[in-house]
């Protein structure tokens, strides 16, 4: 069974500070991995995904994140926070050959002025 | 294209009531899912539809929901007879059914049952 796991429910950095969100997956197969980003009364958008290929993924607004299957993680990054990536943000998986999206609990980023 | 296109945006409801949400689908997609966020539970997976065909209903909470696809574009959840527990923000998503492929997200219906 799938599940992802998204360490720190609540994340702040300072505007200019690097943004780092933590996804953990469990899966017997490489899944699809992806970031989604949900600012306030909005639905999901999608940040990047991973499919195959380069395990480093750039996506919209300046993220990146890397698939590294020795450590089950797809960890989001972004080198400098602006104010407006203030939102919340989800990790989520398809396992290979199925198409339910599960998500993780959500990570809130707070940047700080 | 419009997106994924969820109505009403807000409802509120008495204890009893029945509510219908409905879900018009993205033009080519043929995967449909359906999500309840909380603040308690997070983002939870109700059902998802390929095709028109009901795939996985494991996440639908009780007997009270049911989702139904009458035609390729257009979905609803009802839950029938409401209760306050059902308060939430439900999200329907489509995407093209691959697997690989992103689902793009509704805007939303909030949910409110007093």
């Known amino acids: 069974a799938q599940s992802v796991t998204q360490l720190g429910s609540h994340v702040s950095v300072s505007e200019g500070a690097l943004v780092l969100l933590r996804c953990n997956y469990s899966?017997?197969?490489?899944?699809?991995l992806f970031w989604y980003v949900q600012y306030p009364n909005q639905g999901l958008q999608l940040l990047l995904k991973?499919?195959?290929?380069?395990?480093l993924v750039k996506g919209i607004n300046g993220f990146e994140a890397e698939f590294k299957k020795s450590e089950t993680s797809f960890h989001l990054t972004k080198p400098s926070a602006h104010m407006s990536d203030a939102a919340e943000y989800f990790c989520a998986v398809i396992e290979a050959g199925a198409n339910n999206l599960f998500f993780g609990t959500g990570t809130r980023l707070t940047v700080i002025p | 294209d419009a997106g994924v296109i969820q109505s009403p945006r807000h409802e509120v409801t008495e204890m009893g009531q029945e509510v219908t949400l409905r879900c018009k689908l993205i033009?080519?997609?043929?995967?449909l899912f359906w999500y309840r966020q909380t603040m308690m539970r997070g983002l939870e997976l109700l059902i998802y539809f390929n095709n028109n065909v009901p795939i996985d209903d494991s996440g639908m909470p009780e007997d009270r929901f049911s989702a139904k696809m009458p035609n390729a574009s257009f979905s609803t959840l009802k839950i029938q007879p409401s209760e306050p527990r059902d308060s939430a923000v439900y999200f329907c998503a489509s995407s093209r059914g691959s697997g690989n492929t992103e689902a793009f997200f509704g805007q939303g219906t909030r949910l409110t049952v007093v």
């Open positions: 033009s080519g997609h043929n995967s």
């Open positions: 991973y499919t195959t290929g380069a395990t």
């Open positions: 899966s017997s197969v490489p899944p699809y």
